[in-house]
């Protein structure tokens, strides 16, 4: 299918998959050949049927996001990054290359750093993401977010929210330890400013302040 | 993305089973390549089957090796301690490749199913033997700066671009595999293959086959073992050359030795001609530079790569002389 055929639905617009599955059952394929872009109608010719119903779907996925447990629908295609900026608007999280070239979608699953972007949501079943949006405590920024604006560790500022979160495991995992090993350690964000120095000098700073977890 | 069905597996045989019943289905381990060549269009199965909740994440080890789950993370590994204590030529080369974000949910398994990174495989509007079996090698008088020296075909040029695997080629591992006809070994050294008249093939994996684990065979180069890897910039880019050294040495003379280098070949690319030269041998600047130049006989280039037959030979003069900690 191609990604116009259901991309633009609304989520909650969507008709739940099992209402979706009766609908297919009980009207004939004919009927709903009618309603369809013409690549499903190619999909129903050639008799496939059960694809053309699976590739409808949308499978059901239990995640937590900061702090907060979401019974979503998603299609299996939607990358974790798509799905926290387009189905839960949390557009904090930034698409740069959407090829795991650049960090910026750098979110954290379990308090694992990944790249959002080359992950599926589905694959996250169960799982804890946090992003940008759920690192300050309230109106209480966390200690990486104060030593960025402190350190003027951005220009632009695309990269930021990626480069913190990256920061904050960066310290977690023990990397930081030398400015040289906070560099090696951040090498998986990119930022097209060259706000680099100061960068390092933010991260340098929280490190040596202890950085609550 | 071309939209396609998603299945759990929680067993190696549910896994091996839904591949074999699914006509176009891949497993997916940590996304990172396929998604990505998904999402170009390179690739686009029905079905992907996700493997991550397989029990093979574990790094075991027994009297005579070590042995890695085809899904632990390139991240956990690298950070194991007895991989690091036992085996570092294997963190070093793992530290050196993609991110830490990459690392974080990249598999062992997945490492060495990556496809390359040939920039006419990438784009599906150029010819590509390797993607459209028949379709010409754009590389092949094209833009071809990363690719391969050694080991080319008149199809196509182009190199595995793992690091993870020319360590464990060095280390000479054992791959072990299941499919539906029941389980095999496989050694490292043997797995990729070289592109001859069929480049659409990267190894020996047969269709519907999983990798399960790779084993390290317990040896003494811990204490002169050096990863070398030389690219356009300092972190976060894939090897333009790079040399997996491991020595054992006994004073200053060399017991054994293993040498493997990546981004020259379609495969990890053994040097066994400079492993044998350098046995019972002094490690010196001159043995070394000898090995280097050994180890260059039959090289060809294509020419924005000619740079690397001068690269390739100084790259192996310093990881040996790293390993052996002459510098
Ligand atoms: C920007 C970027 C930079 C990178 N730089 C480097 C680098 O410098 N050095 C380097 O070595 N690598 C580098 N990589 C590649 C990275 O290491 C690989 O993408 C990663 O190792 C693939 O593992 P995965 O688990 O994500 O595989 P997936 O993407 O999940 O799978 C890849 C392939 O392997 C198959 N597969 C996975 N597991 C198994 C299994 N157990 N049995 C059989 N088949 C299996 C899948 O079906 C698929 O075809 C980079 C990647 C990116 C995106
Ligand atoms: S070198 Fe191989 S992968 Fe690259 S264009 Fe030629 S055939 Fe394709
Ligand atoms: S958007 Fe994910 S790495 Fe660039
Ligand atoms: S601040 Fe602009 S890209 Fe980093």
Known sequence: MKPEDTSNEKPHRHIKHTERRDFLKKSSLLTAISLAPGSLIKAAEAELDEKFASALEQLPLSIEVNGKMQQVNVEPRVTLLDFLREQLQLTGTKKGCDHGQCGACTVHVDGKRVNSCLSLAVMHQGKKITTIEGLANGDELHPMQEAFIKHDGFQCGYCTPGQIMSAVACINEGHANSKDEIREFMSGNICRCGAYPNIVDAIADVKNGGQKA | ?327
């Open chain 2, 1 to 327: 993305m071309i939209n396609f069905q998603y299945v759990r597996a929680s067993t190696v045989k549910e896994a091996i089973g839904t591949l074999a019943k699914a006509g176009d289905g891949q497993f997916i381990a940590g996304g990172t390549n396929l998604v990505d060549l998904m999402k170009r269009g390179v690739t686009a199965p029905q079905k992907l089957i996700d493997i991550n909740n397989l029990p093979l994440k574990d790094v075991k080890s027994d009297k005579t090796s070590i042995t890695i789950g085809a899904l632990a993370l390139n991240s956990d590994v690298s950070e194991n301690e007895l991989i690091i204590k036992q085996q570092p030529l294997l963190s070093m080369a793992l530290k050196s490749g993609a991110s830490p974000q990459l690392r974080n949910m990249a598999t062992v398994g997945g490492n060495m199913m990556q496809r390359t990174r040939c920039p006419y495989f990438y784009d599906t509007a150029m010819p590509c033997n390797k993607r459209k079996p028949g379709s010409g090698c754009g590389a092949i008088g094209g833009y071809n700066r990363m690719h391969a020296i050694f080991g080319t075909s008149n199809q196509c040029i182009a190199v595995h671009p793992s690091d993870m695997c020319v360590a464990l080629t060095a280390l000479e591992a054992t791959v072990t595999v299941s499919g539906p006809k029941g389980s095999r070994k496989i050694p490292f050294g043997d797995f990729h293959k070289l592109p001859g008249q069929n480049p659409e093939k990267d190894n020996i994996l047969q269709k519907g086959e999983l990798i399960e684990s790779v084993s390290i065979p317990e040896n003494d180069f811990a204490k002169n073992s050096y990863y070398l890897k030389l690219r356009d910039r300092a972190s976060y880019a894939f090897a333009l050359v790079s040399v997996a050294a491991a020595l054992s040495l006994d004073g200053q003379t060399i017991k054994a030795c293993r040498l493997a280098m990546g981004g020259v070949a379609h495969k990890p690319w053994r040097l066994s001609e400079a492993e044998k030269f350098l046995a019972g041998k002094k490690a010196s600047a001159e043995n070394f530079e000898q090995a280097a130049k050994l180890s260059m006989a039959g090289a060809k280039s294509f020419g924005y790569n000619d740079f690397k037959l001068k690269m390739a030979p100084a790259a192996i003069v310093e990881a040996l002389s790293k390993a052996s900690g002459l510098s």
